[in-house]
């Protein structure tokens, strides 16, 4: 019978790590094209919950981006995105993260509310 009470296993909180890593499978994530082509949203369902967690950084993110037409802005499935783009994550439910990779002018090969995919790893720390 069970006491309700969550066990430390069941949830991610500050200083857990959730990683998809280079050595394993890569992550296929769908989202779109948003803000006049400026933004990519993905939505990523987490295998635990959140709990007590303020922040979520992103410390790793490399792979492709793809649309319906192909690669966006000329990514492949080896790029470091974070050096050419702002990524932020956030708790939008106990299990559930959005990603926004976004820049300053229009992802190139893609157009406004689009869907796109993010094919790679990543690794995101809580705090």
């Given at each position: 019978?069970?006491?309700?009470?969550?066990?430390?296993?069941?949830?991610?909180?500050?200083?857990?790590?959730?990683?998809i890593p280079s050595s394993g499978i890569r992550a296929?994530?769908?989202?779109?094209?948003t803000n006049g082509t400026k933004?990519?949203?993905?939505?990523?369902?987490?295998?635990?919950?959140?709990?007590?967690?303020?922040?979520?950084?992103v410390s790793s993110c490399v792979g492709g981006l793809r649309g319906v037409s192909g690669y966006i802005d000329g990514t492949t499935d080896s790029t470091n995105l974070l050096n050419n783009y702002t990524i932020t994550a956030s708790?939008?439910?106990?299990?559930?993260?959005q990603l926004n990779i976004a820049k300053s002018s229009a992802?190139?090969?893609?157009?406004?509310?689009?869907p796109v995919n993010f094919n790679g790893f990543l690794t995101l720390q809580f705090s």
């Open positions: 019978m069970s006491s309700g009470i969550i066990s430390r296993e069941e949830y991610y909180k500050s200083g857990d790590t959730f990683e296929n994530f769908s989202g779109l094209i933004t990519i949203s993905i939505m990523i369902s987490l295998p635990k919950m959140l709990h007590n967690v303020s922040g979520i950084t708790k939008v439910l106990p299990c559930y993260i992802f190139t090969n893609v157009n406004n509310n689009t």
